[in-house]
């Protein structure tokens, strides 16, 4: 019988311009864990994702709470995975209300999400709120991965001017800070996020390679196809099947970006930047699908993505929704302007659980990519008619491997700090601080 290769864990697949990491695959791990010995885990992954406007949190809200709870019309998409999920209700962004500031709700819900600190409300260069959890979690463990963290989005990000009320654009269309003044702004591009997380690094390689695959219409597979043969012959069958699974899930990514950017190719008089899909759903979906490869890949554990900025006036005409969200929001109690919303956020929530399910089909150790992940869901306007920041509508998904009881509903006393939250996933991902933003202490009900 062969005796399979042992495999570095940061093997990496290399080609002109390309260098493609391996999923977590046996033969990366220690000769004695594959003997039946103690050896490597699977690294924990931690990912916020942020929705804009608040919520219809009557269509969001479950009515039972612990184990016995019926997921409400919002969030039915994530029936198939409801065991993995976690419904957090009573917490609170205290940073977000105004707290002497007056109007600009909107800025301070994106601005305060991840840092759990109150924006200096400033439309000029002297910007200030927080350092975010991410962040927080990048400068202790981003060194053991190839980016430190990974910031996407589906509306550009601005850096200045004034957004919301006296509020700097960077507030409203920021929720990842990597310093109090430093925004973290998001890639919305699905092809740079792909080229990024795919390429050597070296960018002379790396334009020749993107133009060498344009005009002989190569695959970036095309590029590592030795290293991969190579690399195959010394595995075994369980590991050979999942890197081909692997590497068709990176081909089948690499052609709907191809084809999103032959749409917006074949509209030229719409401004529409190079490998942005045409509709809203497969630029959510091809954001979250590079996310997963990110992760499966190790090539980092740490990500943020704003579905929308907060403030987002986007229509939604496909769901029957001519109307822009914001707008909406402020629905004056309208039953009618209600069910829209709740029609948006349930639109979101499929996007959401269609990543989840990706999470949760990959393989990994014992188990799958989602139980060693910490994904929350959410953000800090509850009611966008009232601008309120407590009851915030927030889900964790995933098991943080082993760390987390999921498919329960929990509700924590008014009030409650979400930064009580940050507080113990960074202890999670080996990032403990004493304190975070406004927090009072760790956030009991994730075990029971």
């Not at 993995?84 to 609170?92: A, E, N």
């Not at 008619?385 to 009851?391: C, G, L, P, Q």
């Amino acid at each position: 019988m062969k005796r399979q290769t042992h495999i570095p864990r940061r093997t990496f697949l290399r080609g002109l311009g390309t260098s493609l990491a391996l999923p977590f695959l046996e033969s990366t791990l220690p000769l004695r864990a594959a003997s039946g010995g103690a050896g490597a885990v699977a690294p924990r992954r931690l990912a916020f994702v942020f929705i804009p406007n608040g919520a219809n949190m009557a269509d969001w809200t479950p009515q039972a709470e612990g184990t016995q709870f019926e997921l409400p019309y919002i969030l039915e998409p994530l029936q198939s995975v409801r065991e993995d999920l976690l419904v957090l209700s009573g917490l609170t962004h205290d940073k977000a209300r105004p707290n002497g500031d007056g109007a600009g709700d909107h800025a301070r819900s994106s601005a305060t999400f991840l840092t759990a600190a109150q924006a200096r409300k400033t439309d000029g260069a002297d910007i200030e709120v927080g350092t975010s959890v991410d962040q927080v979690a990048a400068q202790r463990v981003g060194n053991r991965t190839r980016f430190r963290s990974l910031e996407l989005g589906s509306d550009r990000s601005k850096l200045s001017g004034n957004c919301d009320s006296g509020y700097s654009c960077a507030y409203s269309f920021n929720i990842s800070w990597q310093t109090p003044t430093t925004p973290m702004p998001p890639e919305v591009d699905p092809r740079q996020v792909f080229e990024r997380l795919f390429s050597n690094g070296n960018r002379a390689e790396n334009a020749e390679s993107v133009a060498r695959r344009q005009l002989f219409q190569k695959s970036i597979l095309d590029l590592v196809l030795e290293d991969a043969r190579r690399l195959q012959s010394g595995l075994g069958y369980t590991d050979r099947r999942k890197l081909d699974e692997y590497l068709t899930a990176v081909r089948e990514l690499e052609q709907r970006i191809e084809r999103a950017e032959h749409f917006a190719r074949a509209l030229p008089e719409v401004e529409k930047p190079t490998g942005i899909p045409d509709t809203y759903q497969d630029h959510l979906r091809i954001l979250f699908d590079l996310l997963t490869l990110a992760f499966q890949t190790d090539t980092t554990r740490i990500a943020s993505f704003m579905l929308a900025h907060d403030g987002s006036n986007r229509p939604y005409p496909w769901l029957g929704v001519p109307e822009g969200h914001h707008d909406l929001s402020h629905h004056g109690n309208d039953e009618a302007k209600k069910e829209k919303i709740a029609k948006i956020n349930r639109f979101h929530l499929e996007q959401f659980a269609h990543f989840i399910g990706k999470l949760k089909s990959v393989p990994e150790g014992d188990g799958t990519l989602l139980d060693n992940c910490m994904i929350v869901y959410g953000g800090a306007i509850s009611d966008g008619n009232r601008h309120n920041h407590d009851d915030l509508p927030v889900l964790l998904a995933g098991g943080g491997r082993g760390t987390i009881q999921t498919g329960r509903h929990v509700r924590y006393p008014r009030n409650t700090p979400m930064a009580n939250l940050f507080l113990s996933l960074l202890d999670r991902m080996d990032a403990p601080v004493d304190r975070f933003g406004d927090s009072t202490g760790r956030l009991n009900g994730l075990t029971t």
